[in-house]
């Protein structure tokens, strides 16, 4: 081989290692590399709202002071495959420390953010409760951002407020989130798995998406059973077909003041379009905030013609189709009840 052509290669390669080794040095300065360090505190607090594009994330931490560089946490962070999963919340981030440990505090939610378990069944009034209590934000404007009709539009729902929509899961919340913030992420999981309810689902329910999740709302009121849940749905869309009152007691529930608890024969009076006892058909809006098991169950209600049930005291029920049998049961199970509670109080 001729000595230029040996010269010219080996000139190629010094030159390629010199590029890869710019490289690698800069990408390991990228991702591992101490950002300034502010010598006027050793901590800022970085507020990261839900939504937030990386580009916002990198451009607030560049105002801040907290990196040196946009370029370089943005590729950190796709290096990483870190760039979508970057969590709402309120972060104490140090001064000085590399691209790599940001991300990680920032994905792993770090900051003050706080898991909040919202149980299925919930009202919104009760979800109120837990959220006052864990990130601090006010019951009273929670049920005002429940009830807000432009905020209820925005999503197209043809109901009062937002119960039924507000999805029962665990979440990152933090405090410092607004009332409209939270229901945001709470509407859109429920759409989430609603839609995978619906494609999951092989039948058609002759019943409106503000029906279904009304219907919805009532069985998980009435389960305690999961398998139950069909055989319940069942029930409520026989009655429907049949113009038959529902006569739901979540229904009750949900009208009546400081619930739920025991219901008396008063409270089948109370003059409201919620209650089933009344008014023929299904109320104007869900009653609670149903699960994914309660949705399932509303789109694919069990083939049998039950028409009627009675709590056994278990959290199991007896089905019936016929009146007579209904009667029978809860003749028996009263009985019971009446036996096992004498027993008690010896």
Do not use: W
């Not at 890869?20 to 607090?45: K, V």
């Not at 925005?154 to 409209?180: C, I, R």
């Amino acid at each position: 081989m001729p000595k230029e052509i040996v010269t010219t290669l080996i000139v190629i390669s010094l030159i390629l290692l010199i590029i890869s080794g710019f490289i690698t040095s800069q990408t390991y300065n990228a991702l591992y590399g101490l950002n300034a360090h502010n010598i006027e505190s050793d901590t800022r607090t970085l507020h990261i709202v839900p939504g937030m594009s990386l580009m916002k994330v990198a451009e607030l931490l560049r105002e801040t002071k907290i990196i040196d560089r946009q370029e370089d946490f943005i590729f950190a962070a796709e290096f990483l495959n870190f760039d979508h999963r970057i969590q709402a919340g309120e972060y104490d981030l140090p001064y000085g420390i590399s691209n790599s440990s940001l991300l990680s505090m920032i994905v792993n939610a770090g900051g003050a953010a706080s898991l909040v378990t919202i149980p299925e069944g919930y009202t919104s009034r009760q979800i109120a409760g837990i959220l006052q209590t864990e990130i601090g934000i006010d019951s009273t404007s929670f049920m005002e951002a429940v009830y807000d009709t432009v905020h209820i539009n925005k999503y197209g729902l043809l109901t009062p407020s937002f119960e039924g929509f507000l999805f029962p899961d665990s979440y990152n919340f933090h405090k410092g989130m607004s009332a409209s913030q939270v229901i945001d992420l709470m509407v859109n999981r429920f759409f989430t798995v609603f839609h995978k309810c619906v494609d999951a689902s092989p039948d058609e329910v002759n019943l409106s998406f503000t029906e279904l999740v009304t219907l919805a709302s009532i069985v998980e009121g009435e389960m305690s059973l999961l398998p139950e849940a069909p055989k319940i749905s069942a029930i409520y869309q026989n009655r429907l077909r049949k113009n038959m009152r529902l006569q739901a007691d979540p229904t009750i529930q949900y009208i009546i003041k400081k619930g739920p608890r025991r219901l008396y024969n008063g409270d089948l009076a109370i003059d409201s379009p919620y209650n089933t006892y009344l008014y023929s058909g299904l109320p104007p809006g869900p009653v609670c905030n149903p699960g994914r098991a309660a949705l399932m169950a509303a789109l694919n209600p069990a083939p049998d013609p039950y028409l009627y049930m009675v709590s056994k005291g278990d959290g199991s029920h007896a089905f019936n189709t016929k009146f007579s049998d209904h009667l029978r049961d809860k003749a028996r199970l009263d009985s019971l009840r009446i036996v096992v509670s004498r027993e008690r109080r010896k």
